[in-house]
C-alpha cells in the first residue's frame, strides 16, 4: 500500500510540472492593477461589514440571555 501511495505521489507531481509552463511572459497595466486593488477594498470592506452585522445580533442574543428578569421571578426557580 506504501508503494501504491508514494508512486501516486511521484506521478502527481510530475504530471504537474509537465502541465504548468515553466516561464509565464505577464503583463499588468495600470488598469488591471487599479481594478485589483478595487476588488481587494470592496471584499475587505464588504467582509467588516457582514461580521459587524451578524455581530450585532449575536450581542443581543447573549445580552438577552444574561439580561436581568425584571418581574421578580427566577428562570430557574419558578413556582409551580
Known amino acids: 500500500m506504501y508503494n501504491i501511495r508514494m508512486l501516486f505521489n ?22 488591471s492593477g487599479s481594478l485589483l486593488v478595487q476588488v481587494l477594498i470592496g471584499a475587505i470592506l464588504g467582509s467588516l461589514y457582514y461580521v459587524r452585522l451578524h455581530w450585532n445580533k449575536l ?3 447573549f445580552a ?16 409551580k
Open 10 to 31: 511521484f506521478l502527481y507531481i510530475a504530471l504537474t510540472f509537465l502541465v504548468l509552463p515553466s516561464r509565464v511572459d505577464a503583463y499588468l497595466d495600470p488598469g
Open 59 to 61: 450581542a443581543n442574543f
Open 64 to 79: 438577552s440571555l444574561f439580561r436581568k428578569n425584571t418581574d421578580g421571578k427566577n428562570k430557574n426557580n419558578q413556582t
